[in-house]
């Protein structure tokens, strides 16, 4: 039988887990998502996307704080 040489471990790693973290914080609130077009008054506009790229690698950040149990900053 041959090895594919790829080692599988029921372990993850850290980094795995606050992605999944980052990925359903996100999901669940909309965090990331581009503002829609309504009638009246809007509140803010559309943040640019090397914003959201920083907020998302924030986000990201603070995961894997609390992945690695240091917590997070106010």
């Known amino acids: 039988m041959e090895s594919s040489g790829a080692v ?3 372990a993850r790693s850290k ?8 990925k359903f ?3 669940s609130t909309g965090f990331g998502r581009a503002a ?3 009638t009246g ?6 943040p640019k996307p090397e914003e ?3 907020q998302l690698l924030d ?3 603070r995961c894997l704080n609390v992945v690695d149990g240091k ?3 106010g």
Do not use: H, M, R, W
Not at 15 to 22: R, W
Not at 41 to 46: V, Y
């Open 36 to 38: 829609v077009p309504s």
């Open 25 to 27: 914080v996100a999901g």
């Open 52 to 54: 959201q790229i920083n």
């Open 59 to 61: 986000l990201y950040s």
């Open 8 to 10: 599988v471990s029921g």
């Open 15 to 22: 980094e795995d887990i606050a992605l999944d973290l980052l």
């Open 71 to 73: 917590g997070v900053k």
């Open 41 to 46: 008054f809007s509140g803010t506009a559309a």
